[in-house]
């Protein structure tokens, strides 16, 4: 049987469990996160993705990861502060996580999978590396950090029906 992303949960940054599951019809946009790296203002454009669409059915959910030059070095609630002070976030947050090597988050194996990324390449580059997930739970397609989240919009209205 083919794995979906409702296949997966994760840990919110509040200790809770949450099955992908829960997310079921509707388009997700899922990111690896830092506080303090040069795409950190993507935060921003993500927001802004999030509050637009977020009522036809995009859910943004922020996974914050310290694999990448130690850009995120704060605990859980140092990252949630940040991310509420200075861009004041209203999607999810996951626990901090890794993204790559022995100890990475199952539903980043199965994305990196699914969606590889330039040349086939499976491994996370760098922060703010994004998928974006259909509504029957399939990884679509993988940017790389330098895709600014405003260049993700017409993929993300595509699968909205817009």
């Not at 303090?36 to 859910?59: N, V, W």
Request: hydrophobic content about 30%; aromatic content about 12%.
């Amino acid at each position: 049987m083919t794995q979906t992303i409702y296949d997966f949960d994760y840990t919110n940054n509040k200790g809770e469990t949450i099955s992908f599951s829960t997310y079921k019809g509707k388009v997700l946009l899922i990111v690896n996160t830092a506080s303090k790296c040069g795409f950190t203002p993507q935060y921003d454009g993500l927001e802004a993705l999030h509050k637009t669409h977020q009522h036809d059915g995009l859910e943004v959910i922020g996974f914050p990861c310290d694999q990448f030059g130690h850009q995120e070095p704060g605990n859980d609630d140092d990252i949630a502060s940040f991310c509420e002070m200075r861009f004041n976030l209203s999607f999810p947050l996951s626990t901090k996580i890794e993204v790559n090597g022995q100890n990475e988050a199952p539903v980043y194996t199965w994305l990196k999978q699914e969606a590889p990324g330039l040349l086939g390449s499976k491994g996370i580059k760098w922060n703010f590396t994004k998928f974006l997930v259909d509504q029957n739970g399939n990884a679509i397609k993988r940017y790389a950090p330098t895709t600014k989240p405003k260049d993700i919009e017409a993929d993300i209205l595509k699968l909205l029906g817009k």
